[in-house]
């Protein structure tokens, strides 16, 4: 993959006008829209549902790249797999035992394979999947808020990974990301960025997703 691709996490949106506001990313330069699903048990923070993922479907064309924050994966990879999602990324904490076979679950929807890890979570751990994954997941925030501050400790990860991975797999990464810390990104090896509230709290929407490139 060439192009760097900008994720915007609604995450940081109005809520009240979903629509208006997946619209605007895709008028001013968003490759994806970036959904954060956070169960209120693996992260301290609840928000969406599959059911906001399908109303997104039917309003966007640009591909619906859903963060699994939550506890057992599996029971809902149905629910979002058939709601719409083309990358559905989970988190190797919350799926431990049995990470293979939520890959393997994610795939059987020929959907995208995503693989999130936290910021305590060390590259070491999850180098048997890495390769069968479409994207790795970075946070360099803890998960669960946004807002928080980018961690640099993090972004080492992916350097750490870029000489692991088969060229195809996206290194994605998600907390904190604004326009100086994308570039550390970008350095670093990073192929896709999502940014939440860098890209809603600027005046100028399409300078902000542009500054990041």
Request: hydrophobic share 45%.
């Amino acid at each position: 993959m060439n192009k760097l691709v900008i994720a915007p996490s609604i995450l940081s949106s109005d809520f009240a006008n979903l629509e208006s506001e997946v619209k605007r990313l895709e008028e001013n330069g968003a490759d994806w829209v970036h959904v954060d699903v956070m169960d209120g048990h693996f992260v301290p923070n609840i928000t969406i549902g599959a059911p906001v993922v399908k109303a997104l479907r039917k309003v966007t064309s640009i591909p619906l790249d859903v963060h699994l924050m939550i506890e057992n994966p599996e029971k809902y990879i149905k629910d979002f797999a058939l709601a719409g999602s083309d990358y559905i990324t989970f988190h190797y904490e919350a799926a431990k035992d049995n990470v293979k076979d939520v890959i393997d679950l994610i795939r059987s929807y020929n959907i995208k394979v995503g693989l999130s890890i936290k910021p305590k979570t060390q590259v070491c751990e999850i180098i048997p999947f890495i390769n069968m994954v479409d994207m790795i997941l970075i946070m360099t925030v803890e998960p669960g808020f946004g807002g928080q501050k980018f961690m640099q400790d993090c972004a080492l990860k992916i350097k750490e990974l870029k000489p692991l991975l088969n060229e195809e797999v996206i290194i994605e990464v998600d907390g904190g990301i604004n326009k100086e810390t994308a570039k550390i990104c970008t350095d670093y090896g990073a192929t896709a960025l999502v940014a939440g509230n860098y890209v809603f709290s600027q005046e100028n929407m399409k300078d902000a997703i542009s500054s990041l490139r």
